[in-house]
């Protein structure tokens, strides 16, 4: 390891990142242009529910919801850990160590999974471009060395790559929206998607399903808190823009697919031609050139997404590691790049051992390794934004603080409600998730890993208590606390 990246204990860097970096953070692990390619086109087609668009509306009204307390809570607790911390200081240190598990089970999934989409995708884009067929692993590898370089480099360098690689890509999403709405299928523009009434049907649980994975990374802000430069504001305000963005672009996005190709007749076309039905109209309309720009875009959506979730599992390792839940090494931090180090090379090697077995096995890169994990990381983020929402409601509950009734209670309640709806229809509508030529066990082995997690995560909790007292102690404890105590009115709570 270079001297530039020699390790220590000196804490992620401080003040370097604001608003922007952080709305990047957020939506570049969404990748847009990857949820119009796969997200959306995969909605339409296993769901054949013209109401997909609207649904983007109202996922994002559940997150905005959930956000209200997440973001008050976020002036007063601030960890790389994020829902971790949010657990552990709302419900329970116990909880909290639960929480952690599942993150690490989702964040490491969702990551898994892309590897397997980018070794296809551009292993697909240089056999047609450049006539070089090789084996997918061969360039999810190549993109694994590559995004364990950044990982290791300071945070402000990652986010402004991101900031290119988004822009481009949400400026090649724009162009699609404004060519598909500028030539309708039939002639005229139909509003159909927009209704809910056609989104309320039967199985639309399934739709919500499919949806709410598009949200994935939703957790960013509150990731790089203990990075950013003023903690009382920043994380709230980037989680407010990026809900909106991406809510308002996925459904816009959803909507003008089903206006190029017609209601009736998007899930028929998107059979056929997978995402070359978002990418088809590119080349039709806008010229060959902006559709090949379309397909390298493609490719760095998917890169930006997996640098992004890399970053947060790092980070999550880091926080574990520095209050010795896990192993102390990994609360090490580079000494000039003051980036969590050993979780980036930690994360980097748990990427790599997973899919040499999906390599050595044969397993397909996309109908088995990013859909299995995608759909596990979907359940682990949603069962996470629940228990955050409760653990809200936990915190504020003694605390006298200048939130509202609404802020601390009324929000929180109500999104703990909703995102528990959400997250039984995603468990009930797995299946959705899945290919059809994936063994059907899957549809309760993959979530049950979740619950899996969560309970060897509680248990590690409570063993930590009677074993290791001065670390339970610690739990959720090592977070800044932007807004003291004295400043809140903060009023302590026995235990």
């Known amino acids: 390891m270079s001297s530039s990246h020699r390790t220590s204990h000196s804490g992620l860097a401080k003040r370097r990142l604001g608003v922007v970096h952080l709305v990047f953070f957020t939506v570049a692990a969404s990748a847009p242009l990857t949820v119009l390619g796969g997200g959306i086109t995969t909605a339409f087609l296993v769901t054949g529910n013209i109401g997909t668009p609207i649904s983007f509306i109202v996922l994002a009204a559940v997150l905005a919801i959930f956000a209200v307390g997440y973001a008050a809570m ?3 607790v601030s960890n790389a850990g994020a829902f971790y911390s949010y657990l552990a200081n709302g419900m329970g240190r116990a909880a909290g160590v639960s929480g952690s598990f599942v993150a690490l089970t ?8 892309l590897y397997g989409l980018f070794g296809a995708i551009f292993g697909n884009f240089m056999a047609d471009r450049f006539g070089i067929a090789v084996t997918w692993w061969v360039w999810s590898f190549a993109a694994m060395a590559l995004i ?8 402000d360098l990652n986010a402004k790559v991101l900031a290119v690689l988004l822009i481009l890509e949400c400026v ?24 809910p009434a056609n989104l309320f049907v039967p199985g639309f649980g399934a739709v919500l399903a499919l949806g709410i994975a598009c949200f994935a990374g939703f957790e960013s802000a509150a990731i790089y808190s203990e990075e950013v430069i003023d903690p009382r504001r920043t994380v709230a305000r980037a989680s407010y823009i990026a809900v909106a963005f991406t809510g308002a672009f996925y459904a816009l996005s959803a909507w003008a ?29 806008a010229g060959a050139l902006v559709a090949d720009l ?5 490719i760095t959506s998917v890169f930006a997404a997996l640098l992004s979730f890399h970053n947060g599992v790092a980070r999550y390792l880091f926080a574990l590691g520095r209050e010795r839940v896990l192993p102390d090494f990994l609360g090490r931090t580079g000494t000039r790049s003051a980036a969590p180090v050993a979780g980036s090379v930690t994360q980097s090697l748990l990427a790599f051992a997973v899919v040499l077995l999906f390599a050595a096995t044969d397993r397909d890169p996309v109908v088995d390794l990013f859909t299995w994990f995608s759909g596990l990381a979907a359940v682990g983020i949603v069962l996470l934004m629940t228990g955050t929402s409760i ?4 915190y504020f509950r003694n605390r006298q603080t200048e939130e509202t009734v609404w802020q601390r209670l009324v929000a929180p309640a109500l999104s703990s409600i909703l995102l528990a709806t959400v997250l039984f229809f995603l468990v009930y509508n797995f299946d959705a998730l899945l290919a ?16 899996v997690a969560a309970v060897a995560g509680l248990i590690w909790g409570v063993m930590l208590r009677r074993i290791r007292p001065d670390v339970y102690a610690g739990i959720g404890r090592s977070a800044v606390h932007p807004v003291t105590e004295d400043e809140a009115g903060y009023v302590p709570v026995a235990g």
């Open 148 to 155: 364990g370089l950044l990982g290791v480099l300071r945070v």
């Open 172 to 195: 090649v999403v724009a162009v699609f929206d404004i060519v598909a709405v500028a030539n309708p299928a039939g002639g005229s523009v139909s509003f159909a998607g927009l209704n």
């Open 294 to 298: 379309a397909n390298v875009l493609f």
């Open 106 to 113: 989702a964040y490491n999934a969702i990551n898994f999974g």
């Open 391 to 394: 653990a809200v409601v936990g």
């Open 74 to 76: 976020s002036r007063y």
């Open 436 to 451: 059809p030529t994936n063994p059907g066990y899957l549809t309760w082995l993959l979530p049950g890993l979740v619950g």
């Open 257 to 285: 697919l089903s206006v190029v190709h017609g209601p009736d007749n998007v899930g028929g076309v998107i059979a056929e031609q997978g995402a070359g039905a978002a990418f088809g109209p590119l080349g039709q309309y």
